[in-house]
């Protein structure tokens, strides 16, 4: 093909693309309006933006696992790391509890975690001060 003609043909396509989007539809032509959020209705498309109501940022999600963990039984401190969709927790637990009660404790807390915050993948370990 010439290049002299392929502009034209590359116009032309654009129009017939163009046109067959702006159609009427039973003869009336509805516009349909942006939410009025002030970015032309991108929250309601876009999940990350931060005026959206499913907006969260890491701190949201590690305040939400600190208070989680909070609820396990013997946790005297602990350490979360999140990384993109990996969480991974640290719990430190007194050093008079037994295998089996330490096996429980990371248990609990990787189940309570996995129920919490469903989109992370977590890793519990437990280690005894």
């Known amino acids: 093909m010439r290049p002299k003609f392929a502009l034209p043909l590359l116009l032309g396509a654009a129009l017939a693309v163009t046109g067959a989007a702006c159609q009427k539809q039973d003869g009336v032509t509805k516009a349909k309006s942006y939410s009025r959020d002030g970015l032309l209705g991108m929250t309601e498309v876009n999940p990350n933006m931060p005026m959206s109501p499913t907006y969260h940022t890491y701190m949201d999600d590690a305040r939400v696992m600190k208070a989680t963990v909070a609820q396990v039984a013997h946790v005297t401190d602990s350490t979360i790391i999140i990384n993109g969709p990996n969480a991974t927790v640290n719990l430190k637990v007194p050093a008079g509890l037994s295998d089996e009660e330490t096996a ?19 890793k519990v370990s437990v280690s005894r001060k």
Do not use: H
């Open 104 to 122: 429980r404790i990371e248990q609990d807390a990787r189940d309570k975690l996995s129920k919490a915050m469903p989109r992370y993948t977590v």
